[in-house]
């Protein structure tokens, strides 16, 4: 490309560039993402990282960070809820911020495993010995623990089931033992590859006004309960 061109590209995208650095910079979601990939990074040392990151399971790496940021954010006065484990990547990530956070906050894992992801999830937990540091796994159906919920939660996961009724279920059990300031991440919420789960949000969530939205992370939705 000659000088001129080169020239003419620059003038044209650098206004846009600079629009969308702006807007990205006044995006809540967007800080969040910002800020959880630069505390994760200098929190959790690289080889231990990488080790994280090989394990098997549905979710990115990027999102992972989002995850154990939240989880290191997290008020050691209540628990952090996985609920939907599957092969116990993210479970692993949870375990190693909790770790970090003040006050190490303990991780509780719910699963009913209905995959046939119980032994690989297992060697998840062997692999980093998460029941030493504060891990208590729950293999079966979220409504069987929620239903009789006390514990305060200081983050919650909602990646179980997807259907509608169990989403609505997921949040009318757990939603209102979450502490404030404390999060609630819902994955598979974008679009309308999972009708229930927005079906759920956009009904059971975004009505709650003791919550704010953060926003939309990648497939995740993220509120935040207020302040006392
Ligand atoms: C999408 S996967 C979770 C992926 C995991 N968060 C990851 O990133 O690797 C959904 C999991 O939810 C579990 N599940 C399905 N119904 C459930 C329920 N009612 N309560 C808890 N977990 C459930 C399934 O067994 C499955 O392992």
């Known amino acids: 490309m000659n000088i001129g061109a080169r020239l003419f590209r620059n003038v044209v995208k650098s206004p846009y560039r600079l629009l969308r650095t ?28 990488q080790l994280l990151e090989q ?39 949870l375990v190693e911020a909790a770790e970090k956070a003040k006050g190490k906050a303990r991780v509780i894992s719910i699963d009913p495993h209905i995959f046939g992801t119980w032994e690989e999830y297992q060697n998840t937990v062997q692999k980093f010995e998460l029941e030493n540091r504060g891990l208590t796994i729950h293999k079966e159906l979220s409504h069987s623990l929620g239903e009789s919920w006390q514990e305060p939660i200081s983050f919650l996961l909602v990646d179980g089931s997807h259907e509608y009724e169990d989403v609505v279920t997921d949040i009318e059990d757990f939603v209102p033992h979450v502490l404030p300031n404390g999060y609630v991440v819902f994955d598979d ?7 229930g789960v927005t079906r759920a949000i956009n009904e059971r969530m975004r009505t709650r006004s003791e919550f704010d939205e953060v926003g939309m992370i990648k497939n995740f939705a993220v509120f935040r309960r207020k302040a006392a």
């Open 55 to 93: 394990n098997p399971g549905q979710s990115s790496d990027r999102e992972c960070r989002l995850l154990a940021y939240l989880a290191m954010e997290a008020d050691a006065a209540g628990a952090i809820v996985e609920i939907g484990a599957y092969k116990g990547k993210v479970t692993a990530w």
């Open 22 to 49: 702006i807007q990205r910079s006044l995006d809540p979601a967007y800080r969040l993402q910002h800020r959880a990939n630069s505390s994760v990074g200098s929190a959790i040392p690289r080889d231990r990282v």
């Open 189 to 195: 919420a974008r679009g309308e590859v999972y009708p």
